[in-house]
């Protein structure tokens, strides 16, 4: 059974950082793109930062180009999400999913998801 296991939200004050981990297992790591996504209260799922299998590829959406950084070890079977420079703006839920086929921002396509860690960001 695939399982991805969010942790490192919490709260912290605007400007801030925080690291988020995705483990996962249940699934050969290696052969998945994974993407981190979010939700904010009444809001849609939206598309955080994706990253290929090998680390070739990656993307962010603009709202957090230059403050994200999403990276992955292979042998470890994680990915990360490290957060700085937070807003306000940036409280949601994230969560890390895992893609087999071409990797995309659209949350449609990926197969497996984990059950999200809260981020709360203080003004």
């Known amino acids: 059974q695939v399982q991805l296991v969010e942790s490192g939200g919490g709260l912290v004050q605007a400007g801030g950082s925080l690291r988020l981990s995705c483990a996962a297992s249940g699934l050969t790591f290696s052969n998945y793109a994974m993407g981190w996504f979010r939700q904010a209260p009444g809001k849609e799922r939206e598309f955080v930062a994706y990253?290929?299998?090998?680390?070739?590829?990656?993307r962010y959406s603009d709202s957090v180009k230059g403050r994200f950084t999403i990276s992955r070890d292979n042998a470890k079977n994680t990915v990360y999400l490290q957060l700085n420079s937070l807003k306000p703006e940036d409280t949601a839920i994230y969560y890390c999913?895992?893609?087999?086929?071409?990797?995309?921002?659209?949350?449609?396509?990926?197969?497996?998801w984990g059950q999200g860690t809260q981020v709360t960001v203080s003004s």
């Open positions: 990253i290929t299998r090998r680390s070739v590829a990656i």
């Open positions: 999913a895992a893609v087999a086929m071409v990797v995309t921002n659209s949350p449609d396509s990926y197969q497996h």
